[in-house]
Nanobody, 125 residues
Framework: QVQLVESGGGLVQAGGSLRLSCAAA????????MGWFRQAPGKEREFVAF????????YYAESVKGRFTISRDNAKNTLYLQMNSLKPEDTAVYYC??????????????????WGQGTQVTVSS
């Protein structure tokens, strides 16, 4: 079993920053690629960012490229998402997830097998 717990969400003004954390417990964290997704009210959950097991490869959704940075600390079993220049359209519940061993992709929900409970990010205009 794998437990993922997000934290760091909150209310911030447009242009501000937040850093989300995702603490992993259970099976080995360092050997797995990880991702961040988000779900805005009335919308489907969407891909935000991906990082491979070593941190050497990252991918981002076009909507966050240049503003968000995904990173990880394998010694602390923790995944991060640094969010800068936040916009009201970034308002959503943010989820971290572990990519499944069987997956060959990184941007679909089905590519991930364990999910956190989510943390709310609200950006006011």
């Amino acid at each position: 079993q794998v437990q993922l717990v997000e934290s760091g969400g909150g209310l911030v003004q447009a242009g501000g920053s937040l850093r989300l954390s995702c603490a992993a417990a259970g099976r080995t964290f360092s050997g797995n690629s990880m991702g961040w997704f988000r779900q805005a009210p009335g919308k489907e959950r969407e891909f935000v960012a991906f990082i491979n097991w070593s941190g050497g490869t990252t991918y981002y959704a076009e909507s966050v490229k240049g503003r968000f940075t995904i990173s990880r600390d394998n010694a602390k079993n923790t995944l991060y998402l640094q969010m800068n220049s936040l916009k009201p359209e970034d308002t959503a519940v943010y989820y971290c997830a572990r990519r499944a061993y069987y997956s060959g992709n990184y941007y679909r929900e089905v590519d991930y097998d364990y999910w956190g409970q989510g943390t709310q990010v609200t950006v006011s205009s």
